[in-house]
């Protein structure tokens, strides 16, 4: 017994600990919270229901379910093939590349983000873009998809239509070859190391999406800045 | 003294031990056993880095996403005994739900409300994953296999939002179907859709409504979808995810 009992401190003391109890305890705790959580929440809020389904009686707003409403935000500023296909598309596909185009080994484990500034900016901009999209497609948005702050009543009619203006042809394709031409080559001018790390792929495959990212930004702030609707006009799509 | 011996004859007896193969008195070779020789338990290691243990370090968030996941299969299935997927009864079976089923909006708002909860939890799970670089060799791939998983859940929540056949449903799924017309190459409202000769009637849209429009045909192909598809997919995927946490070193801890 006594020899038992000293064992079991001396593991106690190492790094490691015990799966039970100490972290089962931890994971039924959780769980018992979580339910409380829940059940009250249901027991107090009733899930929407409204009247039957009619394809002939138009919601107005009709909006997506509230995950997916950040996207169809970004039907304002673009097409539905970049809003709705290309750019889901393009963050699925960038968010399972990070861990391949992240060559930093520092911060693993831990909350510090010394060492990963980039990679850390770059996610933690593209979290914050689309919860903002979603709060303002969600709380925002009235009838036509018109700006209403929450205590404006959506009854009052909101003008629809705004001048818009396309970019002149020279304009718009000089404005992206400016955008992704700067873009792909300051990074490596600015900070020698990162090509060097991460090899060509890698840097143009990053650099790529980031800029691809920010670009979404900079079409909404020329849309609300300048009235912008197309940057590129070609008889096949619009950008 | 009788309870002693009570419990005695119980521990003792020849079912207890063919379930419980070892004892439980406090030693650390029983702690190891109780973890290693049951099903459930044995998603974990016998012991644990310190870091992954404390609170703030995952938040608990991805052990969440799956007691969601649970809370969900539960309720669902509880659901599938009072619902018809057509659109004849569809809504109707909502409202009798609502009206002559005991605790029927109870079970519903748990199953809408747990659905929300598990979006939002698998959310913030990635970011803390991100936050702690947990996705950094030799983690990659669990970090691919998780932005499957996120992907499901919000396909399994979105399927699932059809189901009551309401205006909000409706006209929420029109409106994100309709993306999906304008894909490029593969949608009718797409660009280069006449390369490949897509129309209304043969392009993405079509396969995932069944139609050109949500009716009769979506809302089975969304139930199925609901309940048999993507739940397995997402089953699959998960049991994937959990082991190669063990597999690539456990929770990430600072080394």
């Known amino acids: 017994m006594g020899i038992e009992e000293k064992k079991l401190d001396d593991v106690y ?3 490691y600990a015990f799966v039970l109890p100490d972290l089962v305890i931890k994971e039924a705790i959780a769980v018992i919270v979580a339910s409380i959580g829940l059940l009250l929440w249901s027991m107090t809020v009733n899930a929407p229901l409204r009247s039957i389904a009619d394809a002939n ?12 409403v950040g996207l169809q935000e970004l039907l304002v500023y673009f097409d539905p093939w970049i809003a709705g296909v290309t750019v889901p598309t393009l963050i699925i596909l960038g968010l399972m590349l990070i861990p391949y185009l992240d060559v930093s080994k520092s911060g693993v484990g831990t909350y510090r983000l010394r060492g990963r500034k980039a990679a850390a900016s770059s996610f933690i901009f593209g979290f914050s873009m689309w919860i903002i999209l979603i709060l303002v497609g969600q709380f925002l948005r009235g009838p036509n998809w018109q700006f209403y702050w929450p205590w404006e009543d959506w009854s009052v009619a909101k003008s629809a239509e705004e001048t818009l203006v396309n970019m002149s042809q020279w304009s718009g394709m000089g404005l992206l070859a400016l955008y992704f ?3 792909l080559t300051l990074p490596k001018l600015l900070y020698r190391k990162f090509l060097q ?14 800029l691809l990212m920010y670009g979404v930004v900079v079409k909404i702030i020329l849309r609300l800045a300048f009235n912008v609707r197309y940057i590129l006009v070609t008889p096949w799509f619009n950008i | 003294m009788t309870m002693n011996r009570i419990s005695e004859k119980v521990t003792k007896s020849q079912i ?22 049951n099903f459930f338990l044995h998603v974990h290691p016998p012991k644990v880095h310190r870091t992954g243990l404390r609170i703030t370090h995952t938040f608990c968030l991805g052990g969440l996403t799956f007691y969601m996941f649970i809370v969900e299969v539960v309720t669902g299935v509880l659901l599938m005994f009072y619902y018809r997927p057509t659109v004849e009864y569809a809504y109707l079976d909502m409202r009798l739900l609502e009206h002559s089923v005991k605790f029927g909006v109870v079970m519903r708002n748990l199953h809408r ?12 799970h990635m970011l803390r994953v991100f936050l702690t670089g947990s996705y950094k060799p030799p983690r990659e791939f669990n970090w691919v296999v998780g932005v499957v998983l996120l992907v499901l859940t919000l396909l399994l929540s979105f399927t699932g939002y059809l189901l009551p056949w309401d205006q909000l449903s409706f006209w929420a799924i029109t409106v994100g179907t309709r993306m999906g017309g304008a894909t490029p190459f593969l949608g009718a409202d797409g660009p280069f859709h006449s390369v490949l000769g897509i129309r209304p009637d043969n392009d993405v849209r ?3 409504l069944g139609d050109t429009a949500v009716g009769e045909n979506a809302l089975l192909r ?15 995927l998960m049991l994937v995810h959990f082991w190669r946490i063990r597999k690539d070193g456990g929770i990430s801890h600072p080394l």
Not at chain 2, 113 to 124: D, E, S
Request: charged share 15%; proline share 4%.
């Open chain 1, 13 to 15: 003391r190492d790094e």
């Open chain 1, 57 to 68: 009686k138009t919601e107005n707003p009709a909006k997506a379910p509230w995950y997916f």
């Open chain 1, 181 to 183: 031409g700067l873009g």
């Open chain 1, 197 to 210: 790390k991460m090899g060509v792929a890698r840097y143009v495959a990053a650099v790529t999406l980031v």
């Open chain 2, 16 to 37: 207890w031990r063919s379930i419980f193969r070892h004892r439980f008195s406090d030693t650390s070779r029983n702690r190891v056993l109780t973890v290693v020789s």
């Open chain 2, 113 to 124: 409300w747990a659905a929300h909860a598990m979006v939002i939890l698998v959310m913030m």
């Open chain 2, 206 to 208: 079509y396969l995932l």
């Open chain 2, 222 to 236: 969304f139930y199925v979808l609901h309940c048999i598809f993507l739940p397995l997919a997402a089953t699959v």
